[in-house]
């Protein structure tokens, strides 16, 4: 059984650095949220914003995009979501505290 827990570790480290990457490619400010593992089962929340000055800001595309990517990451099993600016159709940047 201990063989499984360190697998399960090693498998939600893996996501996590893939999850990552997949926001780092869309240029999302990680400080704004959080993305996290845990038996395979991705969790996001937070507020989904790109990093200032550097892109505009989040289309209605991008979510579903960056959704997509993460479901065919390899062992990702589920996607749990609870961002407070996306409510699965569009993007409120001013409740993230943007004016």
């Not at 926001?23 to 704004?32: E, P, Q």
């Amino acid at each position: 059984m201990e063989l499984d827990k360190k697998f399960d570790r090693k498998v939600d480290l893996d996501i996590n650095c893939r999850v990552r990457r997949v926001l780092v490619r869309h240029w999302i400010d990680l400080g704004k949220m959080s993305a996290r593992s845990t038996r395979a089962v991705v969790t996001l929340s937070g507020s989904l914003m790109r990093l200032p000055h550097i892109s505009p800001e989040v289309d209605l595309a991008t979510p579903g995009s960056i959704l997509d990517e993460i479901r065919k990451i390899p062992d990702v099993r589920r996607l749990q979501i609870n961002l407070d600016n996306w409510n699965g159709q569009s993007v409120d940047d001013r409740s993230a505290g943007i004016a």
